[in-house]
Structures are given as C-alpha cells and as structure tokens.
C-alpha cells in the first residue's frame, strides 16, 4: 500500500509530499522503505522526476512490475511521451555548425514504438505527428 501511495502522490506539491514521505519511511520504517514495492515506486518516482524517459518505460514494461502499478504508471506516460519528444528533438534536430547540415536526425519508428511504450506504429506516427516530428515513409 505505501508503494501505491507514493505513485499516487507523485504529483502533490511538486513531489514534494513524495521526497517528504520516503524520508520519514526511511528513518522510522527502514524494513518497509527497503520492500521491492516501495523501492519500485521510488524509482518510478525519480525516473518522472527527472524526466528519465528511458528508465521510466523501461519500468512501466518490465514484467517485475505489477499490473496495479503499471496502471497508476500510466496516469504519467503523456507526460513522460512529451518530456522524451522535448528531449529527442534536441539531440535528433542538431546540425553541424560548419556545414548546417544536419545529423543524428532520425530515428527508427520501430524502435520508437517500444521505447515509448505505443500499441503501434500507427499511435507512434499520431504521437510524432502532434508534436511537429517529421516521419518518413520506408
């Protein structure tokens, strides 16, 4: 129940009411604050918080992860889409400064549709589509 707790609470005060509750486990309760499912929803908790899109879909998909918490993780994938798009943008939109042409400026839809967690890659092409990201038929 306190790992559903946190990931209920992840958004409160800015995570603060996150940060302030594992604090308080970890001293009072060491052996509760050290469960699989505590430590599970601290780390689902920090991959949002630092917007570790990479870790956080990597937790949502793992088959460790319960169904119930899956769930709760899915209240975040919006933001967790838009924070990776935000991100990748960047790092996939550079262009060399001598010759402006561009590189690291694309990536498999394939490879998006797992890392991001999409159904297929048509929900994969909408998502790209929305956010003004070029996709190119193959």
């Known amino acids: 129940m306190r790992g559903l707790y946190i990931l209920l609470t992840i958004n409160n005060d800015g995570g603060m009411d996150v940060f302030k509750y594992a604090a308080r486990l970890s001293r ?13 929803a601290v ?5 949002k918080r630092e917007y570790n899109y990479a870790r956080f879909f990597s937790l949502l998909r793992s088959v ?6 899956a769930c709760m ?3 975040y994938v919006e933001t967790m889409r838009k924070a990776a798009f935000q991100i990748m943008s960047k790092t996939f ?9 561009g590189y690291y400026d694309h990536y498999p839809l394939n490879d998006l549709v797992h890392l991001l967690c999409f159904e297929d890659l048509a929900e994969a092409k909408s998502a790209c589509e929305f956010y003004s990201i070029t996709v190119y038929e193959s």
């Open 28 to 40: 009072d309760r060491p052996e509760i604050f050290n469960s699989k499912p505590v430590q599970l």
């Open 43 to 47: 780390q689902v908790y920090k991959a």
């Open 64 to 69: 460790s992860t319960p169904y119930l918490y």
């Open 73 to 75: 993780m899915f209240n």
């Open 93 to 101: 939109g550079t262009k060399r400064k001598d010759t402006g042409q």
